[in-house]
């Protein structure tokens, strides 16, 4: 497949091909992961799977006047001001962006059989590259095309700029997956991104208003995903409104909109717990050889136990995560509990006849209390007025999404960065989308990259300050480039 370039005007590829990248998605084979495994899944007892998040933000930081100060990777900030705070974790987080391109040939070249889900948010791999890390990149292309190590290290899709779904508005969530293939492919390849089936949302945040959970799952749909991570307190049971009860077997996720209609796909149940010690322990490998083969429609199959934490935070993480995956994979390789990556065991369970359609349902987190009081198909003012009369009867209620924490909100208390995002939202709506400025256009792809880098979720959790002028002020640089070349 013919290559794409991977910088055009010193900015990363993130528009300009998407009939390329659709008709790469369309022809890619049924199996992707599966026909190349070494594992016997009829014989198997039960199976985990582990994935690293990895993420760092872009940030108006390079010079001293925020106003024109050049948009640099925060990694590279770190790296150049190591005396501030924990600054100087700098160099160790490098090396945890490559260390799995270390790891798995290390461990193939054993005769082991390692697995590894990666997630690298755009913003990232951008500030990678620009820092002159070009290296890090080298050795990562490496564990993803070459065939030797590629079917032990699985790819998941994210949004670009590492935006949180239930508070980005959906065109531009769009735009964000889209931005991130065409980048992916870019970076390591149609092929490469031909193999990239599962989706790793920002934050593990899933969106519960019913209008934009919908297209949600129905953006995921139409960009090529087979599945979706979620986590297990943001779902429930449309019939109980109880938490998943096979936490470990696929689900499927169903969301109906105002005007009834609905979309589902495969979803993936992480389960709770302190995500990066959990994965930096393989927590879910010893979890996983306690339990048994289970019955899915007809079949007894191998149960997965899946978890994903950041691959660099924290000390456990960032100390004890290298030995202690080594130590598991040597241990389950050739056991009754591999490591397995999800892609390859979903492409096991279709190849014996299990489909989508057998997978118990969920839903979104307090959508029962909604089709309690709402019949689907009365539209979106009926929705909106159920959706009140339930906040002021029920204070837990609300439509904010559930995130890896049910203790955060992505909107209460940032009104003032918020209130950025949506006015440049809709001015990049109104002077770029609506006009249909060509998506090659070098100030449609400037202005793309701006507004993706100003919907990262570090602008809102990481409290209010100097992160919230960062993203105003990318916020700004957005609307002025629309308004000095595309208004």
Known sequence: MSQLELYIDNLPNISGSEALIEKAIQDRPEQVFLNHSDID??????????????????IPAGGDDLSTAAIVGNLQDMMEHQDIGDNHNAPVFLWCYRRMAELVPKLV???KSPRAMLEYSGTLLHGLWQMGHQDVIDELRRI???PAFYPKVEWLGAPWGHAVAPSTPVQDFRLHVKAWQHHFAAMFGLDALQRVKGFSPSEMALPNHPDVAYEYIKTLKECGYLWLLVQEHTVEHPDN???PQTPHLPHRIVCTNSEGKSVSMIAIIKTQGSDTKLVAQMQPFYEAQGLNRQQLAGHLVPPIVTQIADGENGGVM?????????????????SNTPLVNVTEYLEYLLSIGITEDDFPVIQPIKQKQIWENFKPGDGQKKLEQVIEQLKQNDHQFHMEGGSWTNDLSWVKGYDNVLSEMEETSSFFNEHVLKPGVKTDNPDYRNALFHLL???????????QGLWTDFGREICRRTREIISHNLG
């Open 453 to 463: 880098s100003s919907q990262t979720s570090c602008y809102r959790y990481w409290g």
């Open 41 to 58: 899944f009829n014989t198997i007892h039960s199976a985990c799977a582990i994935a690293l998040h990895m993420h760092q933000p872009l």
């Open 144 to 146: 993803t095309c070459d």
């Open 109 to 111: 070249s054993e005769g």
């Open 318 to 334: 960032m100390n004890e995560f290298p030995p202690k995956f080594e130590e598991a994979v040597r241990n389950s390789s050739g």
């Open 241 to 243: 409104g109880h938490s």
